[in-house]
């Protein structure tokens, strides 16, 4: 099993969609959630850290399930600019991140 | 906003040949790394750096490849004896100390595309 799994899509959405993508990481040890954004060949950006609580930032919210080892991020009202690879990414022991391999977003007019 | 500077962009090197890949991290940050992503696949965590000595590494980090810090600002991946399978994006990151990596995450250098040829 991998050791973070997403859907590789891709999803392909117009404007102002709501879009979600799931992630599931195999080691119930993980301690720290992220998601990051990669856009074509460019380095990848920290989109949002991932709380138990769940957190928002603006259009996107992102929510973890320990129990079920599952991260989720949810994107409102899509942009344009929003078309890019969101790359879910845990960190299970120490501090080296774990990344899947990501699901890739188009949005179009 | 303050960026982690890789050079050069891209390098193209003949297989067998020793290429070093360098990197200034941001200034107040503590934890180096570098990573890499081969064409089409996912960003694989190569090593980690602290307090001037490895910190963790994966088993793709085999002796073929080295990190140093050889001054306040440089932070370097020696990769020896490339291999065409070497070629890949590599990406430095850096993160700041005080429980930054699992709270912040990390900031990533824009990349060096290695081809081996």
């Known amino acids: 099993r991998k050791e973070v799994e997403q859907d590789p899509g891709p999803f392909n959405v117009p404007e102002g969609a709501t879009v979600a993508f799931n992630c599931t990481y195999s080691?119930?040890?993980?301690?720290?959630f992220f998601w990051y954004r990669q856009d074509c060949r460019k380095e990848p950006k920290l989109l949002m850290s991932v709380y138990s609580s769940g957190n928002e930032d603006g259009r996107f919210t992102a929510q973890l399930n320990r129990a079920s080892q599952y991260i989720s991020l949810l994107i409102r009202d899509s942009k344009l600019s929003d078309s890019a690879t969101y790359l879910c990414?845990?960190?299970?022991?120490?501090?080296?991140?774990?990344f899947g391999k990501g699901t890739t977003l188009s949005v179009s007019s | 906003e303050p960026e982690v500077t890789q050079t050069p962009s891209h390098q193209v090197t003949q297989m067998g040949q020793e290429v070093i890949l360098r990197c200034v991290p941001i200034s107040n940050h503590l934890y180096f790394y570098w990573y890499r992503q081969i064409l089409g696949q996912k960003v694989e965590f190569l090593v980690s750096?602290?307090?001037?000595?490895?910190?963790?590494k994966s088993e793709i980090f085999d002796d073929q490849f080295s990190v140093e810090r050889p001054d306040g600002s440089n932070f370097t991946l020696k990769i020896r004896s490339t291999k065409l399978e070497d070629s890949a994006m590599y990406f430095c990151?850096?993160?700041?100390?005080?429980?930054?990596?699992?709270?912040?995450?990390?900031?990533f250098g824009s990349g060096t595309r290695l081809t081996v040829v």
């Open positions: 990414v845990v960190i299970k022991a120490g501090t080296a991140l774990i």
């Open positions: 750096f602290y307090n001037n000595e490895i910190s963790e």
């Open positions: 080691n119930s040890a993980s301690q720290s």
């Open positions: 990151a850096s993160s700041e100390a005080s429980g930054g990596p699992a709270i912040y995450g990390y900031t």
